[in-house]
């Protein structure tokens, strides 16, 4: 069977990676991605799963509150202009062209919130079931995406046992057990009251339109469908009656609208009912209560008199040597002898500071009444609004539209008396009350704007506390009146309108309007009635079974996954003594996995135990590993994505892994992409199934600023030389030790990789790099003199080679003399520097 590929992965300002987008071209069925620890690998493999599913997975098993995770999916560093998007390159199964799907981040995780995305498919904005069109399947959630993760692994190890239960039927895709049991239990589901409404109205469309009610809702759940039964309805309706046909959904409603509207103000206007609920404003803030008893306070303290001189004592108070003198002044502007004692500037200088206290709090004062009118206002608007639009037009437009009592009687006929005259007598009383709050709220604003313009007349402030009461008070028995109102309005309302729509031969228009504005919503409702439906149907057979024994049934649906389970743990680890058995029910709520514990010749009649209590963790690792491959065997899902699937302390697993795993998902179809921080199993899978097709990368993060960096190797220089670059910067004289050992190496590796580019193009075919296994740097088969006859470029570089011999020599033996960091750093520049240039 074949399966949509992955051609080629670009990332951009996600999680680690920067703002210079990075590609993987995965053009081999096997793709190994290898970097060390904190430079990006798990990124990566997020980066997958965020392109299905729009989320990662490890916020919703690993925080302990979720707003940990806000601002996590976008680059720190990222500069606001840029986009944070990661996008695939599609080969589809049925060998059609390529496609390219995008999902671009448009809001992150928040405090409170969940992040926003838009997905594309080749620059289109799609709906999240473009994905499985392709034919990308995704599992139940949380772990949705056929991405296994590091942390995943870990939580399952570490949480309580309830807890791992719902893993497990997460990914075991057995939680429709617990659904089951919920059916039994209760009810049957069934759609929501609400929902149940809407599809009644889409019924009564279906008559109108003319469309058998037996033609399926499964054809409607398509929202293509349900749009062009929605326009070629406006059509008709619009053709019926003689009207213009406008092309667009939107443009057809908006017609049938205002003849909707024509036809029916030829019976009745009812579209005259329409009125805006009301609302009490919010309280005024205290603040302003106090700010205003403040004035009240500062005034009293400056005469109008003083007020008016201000501007002249300060002016007064301006001159030096007038206040800095200790002997008695003349005064400076009347003349007087000896008149500016020091106790008359004291005095000045006092009502001074007092008047700028009383300025300060007249502006605040000010913008405390503003507030005040501001709230006035809003009240008298509101109960404006809240009147029904029948009384809100003029008396004359009201009587050419024809609303009267009198004709609203008529129109209903024999039962008009009884619905009109409650109806009449709560709208009186809701016009009362509007009214009255409209005066009061009217008379407060006209007493706050001549208290703003003349705000030293403010005396008291109780007053205004009672009048905005009072309107809170108005505001309250609006609220009452108009809640009797729409009780009468709503009954007479639903027989005006079903008499003017009989008449005018408008039946269903309106409900025809309302929900072809809203046509997301429908399919929503038919989607979920149809998902409820078939729901119900399963529910009922498994019904039967559950009679029989929740035991029978818990083991017939884990039977198939439990064998395949056991396939590939005999895949990890088949041999051992310990093994894995089965998965097996305890109690309602807990799925346990069982191993056996078994001994020489008594393989076949094992002692079973809960795995948890007696697996290792790299048993328990493998067993995580197993049901994950399991799962994706089973719903045979397109590629698999494996962060650190090899424990790198774990060398029978690695061989396994990478050999018998690898080989299966090759036979199954399955596209295989490994992120891994363990060098070993980067190499072996390579080598090892080279015959199959390998792409090799690294990833590296050399600037936080720039982000995580993708490169395609086919070698290990690159690798060895991120690996030792952590450890350059350390004052430790063991790891600078361990960065000279691996900075070694490295340098080996360079000579042996120019020595066999030179032969090869000299024409020796058969040059490889096992040619120079066991030959060093120094000693008889002294690679350094060897490679420094073609280091040619640069005069320099035969001694820079020298000195990396020379400085990193000590590294490798018991040897006070550990290079520094500074010879570290020179030795890892230069031999990036001779990769460039020679390789």
């Keep these: 069977m074949k399966h949509p590929r992955i051609r080629n992965i670009k990332i951009q300002g996600f999680r680690s990676f920067g703002s210079e987008s990075q590609e993987a071209d995965l053009n081999a069925p096997i793709a190994v991605f290898w970097g060390p620890n904190s430079k990006g690998k798990s990124s990566f493999a997020e980066a997958i799963e965020f392109l299905l599913t729009g989320k990662i997975v490890r916020r919703e098993i690993l925080s302990s509150r979720q707003d940990e995770f806000a601002d996590a999916l976008r680059h720190a560093h990222l500069n606001s202009h840029r986009e944070s998007f990661v996008e695939a390159t599609i080969k589809p199964a049925d060998d059609g062209p390529v496609c390219k799907i995008k999902r671009v981040l448009d809001k992150d995780y928040s405090k409170l919130g969940e992040c926003k995305t838009t997905l594309f498919v080749d620059g289109k904005a799609v709906s999240e079931d473009a994905l499985s069109d392709i034919g990308f399947v995704l599992f139940q959630p949380p772990l949705s995406a056929p991405v296994l993760s590091q942390h995943t692994l870990t939580y399952l ?61 499964a054809e409607f759940t398509n929202g293509e469908k349900l749009e062009e039964v929605f326009a070629a309805g406006g059509a008709s309706l619009l053709s019926k009656n003689d009207y213009p046909i406008r092309n667009g959904l939107a443009e057809r409603l908006s017609d049938v609208e205002q003849l909707l509207l024509e036809k029916r103000s030829k019976t009745f206007p009812i579209n005259l009912f329409t009125h805006t609920a009301f609302a009490n404003p919010s309280a005024i803030d205290e603040k302003d209560w106090t700010k205003l008893r403040h004035f009240i306070e500062e005034k009293e303290k400056v005469d109008e008199k003083t007020r008016e001189i201000m501007a002249l004592f300060q002016k007064v108070l301006e001159i030096s040597s007038l206040t800095q003198s200790d002997v008695d002044q003349d005064c400076p502007v009347c003349g007087t002898e000896n008149a500016l004692t020091q106790d008359r500037i004291k005095v000045i200088r006092g009502q001074v500071e007092a008047t700028e206290a009383y300025q300060k709090a007249k502006r605040n004062a000010l913008a405390a009444l503003g507030n005040l009118k501001a709230r006035a206002a809003e009240y008298k608007e509101r109960s404006r609004t809240s009147l029904p639009e029948m009384v809100r037009v003029i008396v ?84 009452a009146a108009e809640s009797e109102y729409r009780s009468t309005t709503q009954s007479l309302y639903a027989a005006v309108k079903a008499v003017v729509d009989k008449n005018s031969q408008t039946e269903g228009w309106e409900e025809f309007i309302d929900l072809g504005k809203n046509l997301s919503r429908l399919r929503d409702v038919m989607v979920e009635k149809a998902s409820i439906a078939i729901v119900a149907e399963e529910l009922k057979a498994a019904s039967r079974e559950i009679e029989k024994g929740v035991e029978v049934v818990l083991d017939q649906k884990f039977s198939d996954l439990t064998s395949s389970i056991n396939d590939w743990w005999g895949r990890l680890r088949g041999g051992e003594y310990t093994m894995f058995s089965a998965v097996a029910r305890r109690g309602k709520n807990t799925i346990d996995f069982k191993g056996g514990l078994a001994t020489p010749g ?38 698999v994505v494996l962060d650190d699937p090899v424990l790198s302390s774990d060398e029978d697993y690695r061989i396994h892994f990478r050999s018998r795993v690898i080989e299966r998902l090759h036979d199954l179809g399955i596209q295989v992409i490994i992120v891994t921080q363990d060098r070993a199993t980067w190499r072996d899978i390579a080598t090892v199934n080279e015959y199959l097709g390998v792409d090799q990368f690294q990833i590296e993060l050399n600037n936080p600023l720039e982000g995580s960096i993708i490169k395609k190797t086919g070698d290990e220089l690159s690798a060895m030389l991120a690996s030792a670059e952590a450890y350059t910067t350390s004052d430790a004289l063991e790891i600078r030790k361990a960065g000279g050992e691996k900075l070694r190496d490295a340098t080996e ?8 580019k030179k032969r090869v193009a000299d024409g020796d075919a058969s040059a490889a790099l096992s040619d120079y296994d066991n030959q060093r740097l120094s000693g008889d088969d002294n690679l350094v003199k060897k490679v420094i006859p073609h280091l040619t470029l640069d005069n320099s570089h035969p001694g820079k080679l020298r000195t990396i011999q020379n400085d990193l020599n000590p590294a490798k033996h018991d040897d006070d003399n550990i290079p520094s960091r500074v010879a570290l750093k020179e030795a890892l520049g230069n031999l990036r520097k001779f990769q460039k240039d020679y390789l």
């Design 157 to 217: 190890f570490t949480v309580k046992p309830s807890d791992r239960s719902y893993y497990f039927k997460a990914l075991l895709e057995v939680t429709d057990i617990d659904e089951f049991r919920e059916a039994v239990s209760n009810l049957e589901p069934k759609l929501k009251e609400e929902d149940e409404e809407v599809l009644d109205r889409f019924g009564k469309i279906l008559e109108i339109l003319q469309i058998n009610k037996d033609i399926g809702h």
């Design 602 to 639: 008594n393989e076949k009649d094992p002692k079973i135990r809960d795995v948890i209590a007696v697996f290792s963790d790299s048993q328990l690792h493998c067993l995580g590993l197993a049901v994950f491959l399991a799962r994706a065997e089973h719903y045979r899902t397109s590629f």
């Design 396 to 479: 004359h437009k009201r009587r050419e539209a024809g609303f009267t009592v009198k004709r609203l009687t008529t129109v209903l006929g024999d039962n008009g008396e009884g619905l009109v005259l409650p109806w009449n007598k709560n709208l009186k009383r809701l016009c009362r009350k509007s009214q009255t709050v409209r005066l009061k709220a009217r008379a407060l604003e006209e007493t706050l704007e001549t208290l703003i313009q003349k705000p030293n007349t403010l005396e008291e402030v109780q007053s205004l506390i009672d009048a905005l009461n009072e309107l809170h008070k108005g505001g309250l028995d609006l609220l």
């Design 749 to 756: 590796r360079f000579c042996k990789l120019l020595l066999v």
